[in-house]
């Protein structure tokens, strides 16, 4: 009986003790899974937030912002390029250690019209690991700048509807400035070309001028390019090759170049993409407008219409490729997001319009009078390439000759050269 007592002690003490075991690690493995919950739903939380974290970084990257602002920016001509340059200058000015390429032969670089040359700029011992800025005119070669320009730039570019920039071409270089005095005479411009080889050295009307362009315009003219896919030109296309199909393998090599190529169409729009693509501050992107002009409506004949076609073809297939690819990356940028940033854009527009004082700038060209009928009258005994390289030296102030006769041989070959003014020819225009 006694041993019957003891083994249900025995047992009595190890049922409370199993059960207190139990209960123990029942309490035990509540805690565990209480803290593990915890931590779970801690670390889902860290992995909710660092989602859209990183999906906003890999969101960033499309428009990264860079450290060092490098640019290169092609300026087609009479496409709103003065006032883009305008803008990208005050990225520059972010940043004075950047190191730009001079314009030479100004306002050109690299042999404007021939095509961009590295050995025809000048450039310091600062540029030896690159430059970090090419702003100007030139003739996109994209081997010769990427030989001398910081891998990391971006390449930026303009453009605008084609008939509108052949439009204002005409009235920039030839009518309106011929029409009044001329307070801003560039010989390396040369202003009044093809124009005056077109015409007979006349002036003549917008209309009148686009029939004789159609059968008298050819590649010998002196910057024939201004009247014949000037933008196409400007961007390295070779104007004798008029197939369709070069024309669209040349805009899909250039898309793959350019990290954004503007159009003065959608100009805010345009803008807009820019600020995100150098992380710019609102300010900074608001346009001070260049060169701007108003002409009056122009109605083509059938026989206009054609003729204008056949001397934009180029330019028309450039522009509308590029103006559908600034479509998509407003897309991809957001059409609501975009329409809300445009109107913020307009406001300070608007606002600093109306804070704006503007001021008529004159300017006092009658001692310069002799002066420059003098450069013309030497001129007129010296060869082209001797009276160009003259020229080159005078507008840059340099002391290069050598370079300077490179240069001048360079833009010859590209029909860069123009007749110097002959006295008749100033007094007609110039009203002398």
Same mark, same amino acid.
């Given at each position: 009986?006694?041993?019957?007592?003891?083994?249900?002690?025995?047992?009595?003490?190890?049922?409370?003790?199993?059960?207190?075991?139990?209960?123990?690690?029942?309490?035990?493995?509540?805690?565990?899974?209480?803290y593990t919950?915890?931590? /779970?739903?801690?670390?889902?939380?860290?992995?909710?937030?660092?989602?859209?974290?990183n999906?906003?970084?890999?969101?960033?990257?499309? *428009?990264?912002?860079?450290?060092n602002?490098?640019?290169?920016?092609?300026? $087609?001509?009479?496409?709103?390029s003065?006032?883009?340059?305008? #803008?990208?200058?005050?990225?520059?000015?972010?940043?004075?250690?950047?190191?730009?390429?001079?314009?030479?032969?100004?306002?050109?670089?690299?042999?404007?019209?021939?095509? *961009? +040359?590295?050995?025809?700029?000048?450039?310091?011992?600062?540029?030896?690991?690159?430059a970090?800025?090419?702003?100007?005119? &030139? /003739?996109?070669?994209?081997?010769?700048?990427?030989?001398?320009?910081?891998?990391?730039?971006? =390449?930026?570019?303009?453009?605008?509807?084609?008939k509108?920039? &052949?439009?204002?071409? &005409?009235?920039?270089?030839?009518?309106?400035?011929?029409?009044?005095?001329?307070?801003?005479?560039?010989?390396?411009?040369?202003?009044?070309?093809?124009?005056?080889?077109? $015409?007979?050295?006349?002036?003549?009307?917008?209309?009148?001028?686009?029939?004789?362009?159609?059968t008298?315009?050819?590649? $010998?003219?002196?910057?024939?390019?201004?009247?014949?896919?000037?933008?196409?030109?400007?961007?390295?296309?070779?104007?004798?090759?008029?197939?369709?199909?070069?024309?669209?393998?040349?805009?899909?090599?250039?898309?793959?170049? &350019?990290?954004?190529?503007?159009?003065?169409?959608?100009?805010?729009?345009?803008?807009?993409?820019?600020?995100?693509?150098?992380?710019?501050?609102?300010?900074?992107?608001?346009?001070?407008?260049?060169?701007? +002009?108003?002409?009056?409506?122009?109605? =083509?004949?059938?026989?206009?219409e054609?003729?204008?076609?056949?001397?934009?073809?180029?330019?028309?297939?450039?522009?509308?490729?590029?103006?559908?690819?600034?479509?998509?990356?407003?897309?991809?940028?957001?059409?609501? +997001?975009?329409?809300?940033?445009?109107?913020?854009?307009?406001?300070?527009?608007?606002?600093?319009?109306?804070?704006?004082?503007?001021?008529?700038?004159?300017e006092?060209?009658?001692?310069?009078?002799?002066?420059?009928?003098?450069?013309?009258?030497?001129?007129?005994?010296?060869?082209?390439?001797?009276?160009?390289?003259?020229?080159?030296?005078?507008?840059?102030?340099?002391?290069?000759?050598?370079?300077?006769?490179?240069?001048?041989?360079?833009? #010859?070959?590209?029909?860069?050269?123009?007749?110097?003014?002959?006295?008749?020819?100033?007094?007609?225009?110039?009203?002398?």
């Open positions: 009986m006694r041993c019957n007592r003891r083994e249900l002690a025995i047992l009595f003490v190890y049922c409370v003790s199993l059960l207190l075991f139990v209960h123990l690690r029942g309490v035990w493995r509540k805690e565990k899974n209480a919950d915890d931590e /779970r739903s801690s670390r889902n939380e860290i992995q909710h937030t660092l989602v859209p974290i999906r906003r970084r890999q969101q960033s990257n499309l *428009f990264s912002c860079p450290s602002p490098s640019f290169v920016y092609v300026k $087609t001509h009479k496409t709103g003065g006032t883009l340059a305008g #803008i990208l200058k005050r990225l520059r000015a972010r940043n004075k250690s950047l190191n730009t390429i001079p314009k030479f032969p100004p306002p050109y670089a690299g042999g404007y019209p021939g095509s *961009f +040359r590295r050995d025809l700029t000048i450039t310091s011992d600062d540029m030896k690991s690159g970090d800025i090419l702003l100007a005119h &030139f /003739r996109f070669d994209e081997t010769e700048v990427r030989e001398i320009m910081n891998p990391q730039a971006k =390449y930026i570019s303009i453009m605008r509807n084609p509108n920039q &052949f439009q204002s071409s &005409f009235y920039y270089f030839y009518y309106s400035r011929y029409r009044q005095t001329v307070t801003s005479f560039k010989k390396m411009a040369c202003q009044g070309y093809p124009y005056l080889h077109v $015409t007979g050295n006349r002036l003549v009307p917008f209309s009148q001028y686009l029939e004789l362009a159609g008298k315009l050819d590649r $010998t003219a002196p910057w024939y390019f201004r009247s014949l896919n000037n933008q196409a030109f400007d961007l390295g296309l070779d104007p004798a090759k008029l197939s369709r199909e070069y024309v669209l393998n040349e805009a899909k090599r250039l898309d793959s170049v &350019f990290d954004l190529v503007l159009i003065l169409d959608h100009l805010l729009e345009s803008l807009v993409l820019l600020k995100t693509l150098f992380c710019m501050e609102w300010e900074e992107i608001i346009p001070t407008f260049v060169n701007s +002009r108003q002409y009056d409506d122009i109605v =083509y004949s059938e026989k206009g054609a003729i204008l076609r056949k001397l934009t073809f180029q330019d028309q297939i450039l522009y509308d490729y590029f103006n559908a690819s600034l479509w998509r990356k407003i897309r991809a940028y957001g059409e609501e +997001r975009m329409a809300k940033d445009v109107q913020h854009l307009k406001s300070l527009i608007e606002a600093e319009s109306s804070s704006a004082n503007p001021q008529v700038k004159v006092a060209v009658a001692s310069n009078k002799i002066k420059r009928r003098a450069v013309r009258e030497l001129s007129m005994t010296l060869s082209i390439e001797d009276a160009l390289t003259r020229d080159i030296l005078e507008n840059s102030k340099g002391k290069n000759e050598t370079l300077a006769r490179s240069v001048a041989r360079h833009m #010859i070959k590209a029909a860069g050269s123009c007749p110097h003014y002959s006295l008749e020819v100033d007094s007609l225009f110039h009203g002398r």
